[in-house]
Nanobody
Framework: DVQLQASGGGLVQAGGSLRLSCIASGFTFDNYAFGWFRQAPGKEREGLSCISSDSAEYYADSVKGRFTMSSDAEKNTVYLQMNSLKPEDTAVYYC?????????????????WGQGTLVTVSS
């Protein structure tokens, strides 16, 4: 079975950092592009970043310069390093996998989703 397991969320003060991880299983990691999304209460799911199998990267303006996405094919894991966090970054964060790389990624581009991990940034 295809699975994406996200972790690393938590409570952090404004200005702090967190690193999210997403472990993929059940498919060939190198054949997929990956993305990170978030969804705050009452808002639509927002695409934050995506990375291709050859490490091309894209970032939404809302996180550019603060968030960095990376992947480790040996560990079947993608990461989202989040620095300079703001209260408006509070949301459930999701990782997702797609058979193709496109920017800016939107949810329907991704066929597989993790369960989400909650990030809360206090002011």
């Amino acid at each position: 079975d295809v699975q994406l397991q996200a972790s690393g969320g938590g409570l952090v003060q404004a200005g702090g950092s967190l690193r999210l991880s997403c472990i993929a299983s059940g498919f060939t990691f190198d054949n997929y592009a990956f993305g990170w999304f978030r969804q705050a209460p009452g808002k639509e799911r927002e695409g934050l970043s995506c990375i291709s199998s050859d490490s091309a990267e894209y970032y939404a303006d809302s996180v550019k310069g603060r968030f960095t996405m990376s992947s480790d094919a040996e560990k079947n894991t993608v990461y989202l390093q989040m620095n300079s966090l703001k209260p408006e970054d509070t949301a459930v964060y999701y990782c997702a996998a797609s058979t193709y790389y496109t920017t800016p990624g939107v949810p329907h581009d991704y066929g597989y989703w993790g369960q989400g991990t909650l990030v809360t940034v206090s002011s």
